[in-house]
């Protein structure tokens, strides 16, 4: 195997999106994307059966059109990888059985990966910068399924999770919040554009969990110090609403949304910030899709400049779920001379960070027997 | 011919059947459990290649169980069988996979001329298909798939693990009390179908259900 610029295929469905990516080494060679998010916007939001159902439907065309996209074929490929988890358990499968047929089919090493780590692995991609993973690390990830700061160590086996939502995401809570508003879905975009006609100071909302009960001091952490929430912000955006249609009122949707959307961004700038002074972190990436939302771009980088941090933002196709940040993943753990995940794994909705890829099954041993 | 078949609708199992071998068998592996198709199918498969001495260019089509069956299990395989058909270039074919349990059946002594497949669809209902049998012909498919309440089936002697777990109210066959649709079976259909210049399926899963997924009404106003 090419363990210098391995060619390494990418696969990802542990949401909506499924995504097959290529990439020698860290160059990139095809990010191929099928979204399913329009089967979802009836519901308003991702419905995990109608997900999976259609990653089953895309994976060999999202396949064929990424082989052909890189000009590649399956027999030139050195390695496989896949996202294990986290995710929505029917969605993973999908990928994760599609993975391992591969891997069958041409003999290719198969490396299970996690998906939060791929976030941060898609920095590699990164054409544009000079040092592709700095010195004290950390990424900021914002998306519909996941809102958490990481500490990255060394990307291919040492990466610890500081801080995370306690309940819902902050792109879950724009769907919920847009909903409640008549907005439609995805909600972050909707909400994003309307904000800017509105007034965030008309209102404020809660800022969950910064209590000094949750906080605790540098020395002292509280237990929730670096964590999120966003359950009880959706709640008190509804009861807003309800409270100027009792007055019969007009609601003001664009200050709330404007309100709604600086709580966030807000909460979520500024506890990444205080995490990242606390751990010694000089360098952020942001990742996942809501990192496309542009007051969370706009207060992220303000923040991390005035506190001394390089904050790195990704080309936006590379921050939303895809196969190239799984293949960017997976060329760094050949590189590395890591162990393939085999082929005997199970997928894992809550695959932990500290699991950057599932351990090399344990050599088989004949069982004794009585 | 040699087939690969897959079926991950209730058990995840696999096989290798060929004209060519005796009984049409080269090799099979089947699971008891319906819910580990993920961890299992794959390396199954490998194994049952390795030991039957089969490369993928040896194989002339892949058949996959399409259901019904419970819906993450039943991707697992059909997800399997059509990335192995693209990798390897082969075709790839459809079985309604109760039709495994019904070419058992049809091959077993005490076979009725008219019967019923039923399986297990959790929710306190089951999958079931009606077949009748002639002599020297495979079991057909005169109703079905559905999914519905064992006491709603027609009164007709019934068999497979669906039939087992009402057999209160079914006239469930004890020897096939337990019997899942195994990819053995349907690959030995699948020879006999095309041998005798039949058609079989695309593999397009057979849910029978929808995705549970509920429009959500408008948001009530406070007043
Ligand atoms: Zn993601």
Known sequence: ?370 | MLILAIDTSAVASAALVSDDALEGVVGSFSTEDTRSHAEVLAPGIEKLLAESDVTGADIDAIVVGVGPGPFTGLRSGIATARTLAFAWGKPLHGLMSLDAVALEVAESTEAPREFLVATDARRKEVYWARYTLQEGQLPKLVDGPHVGFAADLPDLPAYGAGAGLYADVLRADPDFSAEQPDALYLGQFALVRLAGGGELLDSTPLYLRESDAQVPGPRKRAL
């Not at chain 1, 895809?322 to 199970?346: D, R």
Request: proline letters at 6%; charged letters at 20%; aromatic letters at 4%.
């Open chain 1, 1 to 370: 195997m090419n363990r210098s610029q391995p060619l390494v295929l990418g696969i990802e469905s542990s949401c909506d999106e499924t995504g097959v990516g290529i990439v020698r080494g860290t160059d990139l060679l095809t990010n191929t994307v099928s979204s399913s998010m329009d089967e979802h916007v009836r519901f308003g939001g991702v419905i995990p059966e109608i997900a999976s159902r259609a990653h089953l439907d895309a994976f060999v065309p999202t396949l064929q059109a990424a082989l052909a996209e890189a000009d590649v074929t399956l027999d030139d490929i050195d390695a496989i990888a896949v996202t294990s988890g986290p995710g929505l358990a029917g969605a993973l499968m999908v990928g994760v059985c599609a993975a391992k047929a591969l891997a069958v089919a041409t003999g290719k090493p198969l490396y299970a990966i996690n998906h939060l780590v791929a976030h941060v692995g898609v920095g590699l991609l990164d054409a544009r910068a000079e040092n592709l993973l700095p010195e004290n690390l950390g990424a900021l990830l914002v998306s519909g399924g996941h809102t958490e700061i990481l500490r990255i160590r060394r990307i291919t086996d040492d990466v610890e999770m500081l801080g995370s939502t306690i309940d819902d995401a902050a792109g879950e809570a724009y769907d919920k919040v847009a909903r409640i508003l008549g907005l439609g879905y995805p909600g972050g975009p909707a909400i994003d554009r309307l904000a800017r006609e509105g007034n965030a100071k008309a209102i404020r909302f809660p800022r969950g969990l910064t209590q000094p009960k949750y906080m605790g001091t540098a020395e002292e952490p509280g237990p929730h110090r670096y964590d999120w929430s966003f359950s009880g912000l959706k709640t008190a955006v509804a009861r807003c609403v309800e409270q100027f249609e009792a007055q019969g009122e007009a609601v003001p949707v664009a200050d709330i949304a404007a309100a709604f959307q600086e709580a966030v961004v807000d909460v979520i700038t500024s506890k990444a910030v205080l995490a990242c002074r606390e751990q010694g972190i000089t360098n952020v990436l942001l990742g996942g899709g809501v990192a496309a939302n542009s007051r969370l771009r706009q207060l992220t980088e303000q923040r991390c400049s005035a506190a001394g941090i390089t904050l790195h933002v990704p080309p936006l196709g590379l921050c939303t779920d895809n196969g190239a940040m799984v293949a960017a993943l997976g060329a760094q753990l050949v590189m590395a001379g890591i162990e393939p995940s085999g082929i005997s794994f199970a997928p894992d909705s809550s695959m932990p960070v500290t699991t950057v890829s599932a351990p090399a099954p344990e050599p088989v041993r004949t069982a004794a027997r009585a």
